[in-house]
């Protein structure tokens, strides 16, 4: 089960982190990605991790204002997000991969969360 949180509004140019909480005893064996859409557009890919953390991927579109990292210790995976823009606003979604790896295709990914709304007023 994925929870994700953190969303919230936030004004352009602000910043955000959000959060996904996993169960289970097998989180670093899972890579973990975040995707978001927006109304009436089609789910697009933001940001992975590999099960390590030690590797990444993120969409072209954001690279340069966001961060993915992962505690697994604490089954937490994070999103950072900067110099948020209007455009950005959207449901985040959380997901897991039995591939573990940072995957950018959402068919891939196994369990999704049930996402978090990010509101970023212009």
């Known amino acids: 089960q994925l929870q994700a949180s953190g969303g919230g509004l936030v004004q352009a140019g602000g910043s955000l982190r959000l959060s996904c909480a996993a169960s289970g005893r097998t989180f670093s064996r899972y890579a973990m990605g975040w995707f978001r859409q927006a109304p009436g557009k089609e789910r697009e890919f933001v940001a992975a991790?590999?099960?390590?953390?030690?590797?990444?991927r993120y969409s072209e579109s954001m690279k340069g204002r966001l961060t993915i990292s992962r505690d697994n210790a604490k089954n937490t995976v994070y999103l950072q997000m900067n110099s948020l823009k209007f455009e950005d606003t959207a449901v985040y979604y959380c997901a897991a991969s039995r591939s573990n790896w940072a995957t950018s295709t959402a068919s891939m990914y196994d369990y999704w969360g049930q996402g978090t709304q990010v509101t970023v007023s212009s």
């Open positions: 991790i590999s099960g390590t953390g030690d590797s990444t």
